[in-house]
């Protein structure tokens, strides 16, 4: 049930997927598994939006370089507080409605079930791709959605998948080069990418609009292309 405050505070997009929807959103719990580049834009729409629960996942401590793109992290957190408290302590600021948690630490095949249990869906906003394909199998083994993002320079690609339905990640991408080095990249990129994902969660949890279901979205900013590659 929406309180009155809720109702105010979500009037706009309650006026899309209605009362019903905004409390599918509300009950849902969403983890953030990277909480740099992507995971800020990423937490804040989806902390913004009313989702009921936000888990935020991460290893790391911010860094100077880091905050070109990563605004959920500011100078006064640089080299002290870990990513997931840093990003915790503002959004709990910011919505005092919801509830966000934090991890820190690396996800792994012996400690994922225990984090992500009554996780309803993960958004993938990391950097490298042996992760990803452990939440690959995971999503599939609990058969809940994965929102994959990814970003280098001016571009960026999203696909959602779901078991049963799409193709998984690991089929997508079958071979991938890790980078090891740094990758160039601007902020406005990761925000319009993680926007993006933020908004495949809203689709999948409200039933509202298309998900990129079997469907790739290429986006290069310094052309303004946008492409959508079938997967099927």
Same mark, same amino acid.
Request: hydrophobic letters at 40%; charged letters at 25%.
């Given at each position: 049930?929406?309180?009155? /405050?809720?109702?105010?505070?979500?009037?706009?997009?309650?006026?899309?997927? +209605?009362?019903?929807?905004? &409390? *599918?959103?509300? +009950?849902?719990?969403?983890?953030?598994?990277?909480?740099? +580049?992507?995971?800020?834009?990423?937490?804040?729409?989806?902390?913004?939006?009313?989702?009921?629960?936000?888990?935020?996942?991460?290893? %790391?401590?911010?860094?100077?370089?880091?905050?070109?793109? %990563?605004?959920?992290?500011?100078?006064?957190? !640089?080299?002290? /507080?870990?990513?997931?408290?840093?990003? *915790?302590?503002?959004? &709990?600021?910011?919505?005092?409605?919801?509830?966000?948690?934090?991890?820190?630490? /690396?996800?792994?095949?012996?400690?994922?079930?225990?984090?992500?249990?009554?996780?309803?869906?993960? !958004?993938?906003?990391?950097?490298?791709? @042996?992760?990803?394909?452990? =939440?690959?199998?995971?999503?599939?083994? *609990? /058969?809940?959605?994965?929102?994959?993002?990814?970003?280098?320079?001016?571009?960026?690609?999203?696909?959602?998948? !779901?078991?049963?339905?799409?193709?998984?990640?690991?089929?997508?991408?079958?071979?991938?080069?890790?980078?090891?080095?740094?990758?160039?990249?601007?902020?406005?990129?990761? +925000?319009?990418?993680?926007?993006? @994902?933020?908004?495949? !969660?809203?689709?999948?949890?409200?039933?509202?609009?298309?998900? =990129?279901?079997?469907?790739?979205?290429?986006?290069?900013?310094?052309?303004?292309?946008? &492409?959508?590659? &079938?997967? *099927?």
């Amino acid at each position: 049930m929406l309180t009155e /405050r809720e109702l105010e505070r979500y009037d706009r997009q309650i006026m899309i997927f +209605g009362k019903e929807g905004q &409390e *599918k959103l509300k +009950g849902a719990k969403v983890a953030v598994v990277g909480v740099g +580049g992507l995971g800020s834009p990423v937490a804040y729409y989806l902390a913004a939006a009313g989702i009921g629960t936000v888990l935020l996942i991460d290893e %790391q401590t911010p860094e100077l370089s880091n905050l070109n793109r %990563q605004i959920l992290h500011w100078e006064e957190d !640089v080299g002290k /507080r870990p990513k997931p408290e840093s990003a *915790k302590w503002k959004l &709990e600021r910011f919505n005092s409605d919801i509830k966000i948690e934090a991890y820190t630490g /690396r996800l792994t095949a012996e400690n994922i079930n225990e984090v992500l249990k009554d996780v309803d869906i993960v !958004v993938d906003c990391l950097d490298n791709f @042996q992760t990803r394909y452990l =939440l690959d199998e995971y999503i599939h083994r *609990k /058969r809940i959605p994965l929102v994959h993002g990814a970003v280098e320079g001016m571009h960026g690609q999203v696909t959602t998948i !779901v078991p049963g339905i799409t193709k998984s990640l690991r089929e997508i991408f079958p071979k991938v080069n890790e980078k090891e080095e740094k990758f160039p990249i601007i902020g406005a990129t990761a +925000g319009v990418v993680g926007s993006i @994902q933020a908004m495949e !969660v809203i689709k999948l949890l409200t039933g509202i609009g298309e998900p =990129l279901l079997n469907k790739l979205l290429l986006i290069d900013l310094a052309l303004n292309l946008f &492409e959508i590659v &079938e997967l *099927k």
